[in-house]
C-alpha cells in the first residue's frame, strides 16, 4: 500500500464534541495512527454516557477532554493530542480548529450541528466537515450511509433517526455512525488532502 | 414551470416557486435553525435564509439534521 501510514501519520483530525460519536471517532483515528488530533469538549464523564461512550466507570466525574485523551494515550503513546475543555462557538472554531485537515461534527443537538457545519463551510477555507445525523435507535444497520454532499461537506447516517423521536441512543448504531466517520475522513484524507 | 432541484431531485411548485430560502423551509415544514443550505454550491448562512431570494432552475442542498451523539 503506498504510504498510507506516512500521509496519516501527517494528518490533523479535529472532533467537535466528544461523546459516543467524538470519543469513538478518535479511538478509530488513534488506532489507525493518525498524527495529530484536536479534541473539543465543554462537558465531564457521567455514568449514563457509558452506554456508548469510550470512558471507564473510575472516570465518571472527570472532565471528557482530560479522561479521552488519557485513553488515547494508552493506545497510542505517539499521539499529538490538542485539547480544549471548552463549549465550541461560531467565534471560536475557526481558530481553534485552524490546523485541522479534517473536522468531525461529533455533537449531540441538532442546533448545534447546523451552527458548526455552517462556521465551517461559511468561515473556514479548506477544512472538510464530516457531519453525523440519524444514528439513534437499534437495527437498520444499512440504512446508515456516508453521503457527499459538497466538496467539503460529507454526511453519515440515517437522516432521520432522531432522539427527538424518542429513539434511545445505543452503543452498536452510533458506533456504526462513528465509524463511517472515521472511515470517510481516512478516505478523504489519503485520496485528497494529504499530498 | 416552477421548478427546483432539491437534493438532487427536481421538485416542481405549480402555485408558484417559494419567494425566499425562508419560504420554502417553511413550506417543506422544516425548522432553519436545525437545517444547512447550499444554493448552487455556495453555503447560504442561517441568518440570510429570509433574504436569499430563489430562482426558477437552482440547485438546493438541504441538510436537516436530527439530535444523536
Known sequence: ?195 | MNTLKINGSERQFPDGTPGTLADLLKKLNVKAETVVAEIDGQIIERDRFSATKLTEGQKIELVRFVPGG
Do not use: H
Open chain 1, 1 to 195: 500500500m503506498p504510504d498510507i501510514n506516512k500521509k496519516l501519520k501527517q494528518a490533523t483530525v479535529a472532533i467537535a464534541g466528544l461523546g459516543g460519536l467524538g470519543s469513538t471517532v478518535a479511538m478509530a483515528l488513534a488506532r489507525a495512527n493518525i498524527g495529530r488530533l484536536i479534541i473539543a469538549d465543554f462537558d465531564k464523564v457521567e455514568i449514563s454516557n457509558l452506554n456508548r461512550q469510550q470512558y471507564f466507570l473510575d472516570q465518571v466525574g472527570q472532565e471528557k477532554v482530560a479522561a479521552l485523551t488519557a485513553n488515547l494515550l494508552r493506545i497510542n503513546p505517539e499521539l499529538k493530542i490538542t485539547g480544549y475543555q471548552q463549549k465550541l462557538t461560531e467565534e471560536n472554531i475557526p481558530k481553534l480548529f485552524a490546523d485541522a485537515d479534517v473536522i468531525a461534527e461529533c455533537f449531540d443537538k441538532a442546533d448545534q450541528k447546523q451552527m458548526i457545519v455552517q462556521t465551517v463551510l461559511a468561515k473556514m477555507e479548506k477544512a472538510v466537515i464530516v457531519s453525523a445525523s440519524g444514528l439513534a435507535g437499534y437495527g437498520s444497520s444499512n440504512q446508515i450511509l456516508t453521503r457527499r454532499i459538497s466538496k467539503r461537506l460529507i454526511l453519515v447516517g440515517d437522516n432521520q433517526s432522531g432522539i427527538d423521536t424518542g429513539l434511545p441512543l445505543t452503543a452498536p448504531r452510533v458506533w456504526i455512525a462513528a465509524s463511517q466517520q472515521a472511515n470517510a475522513i481516512i478516505e478523504i484524507l489519503i485520496d485528497e488532502i494529504i499530498k
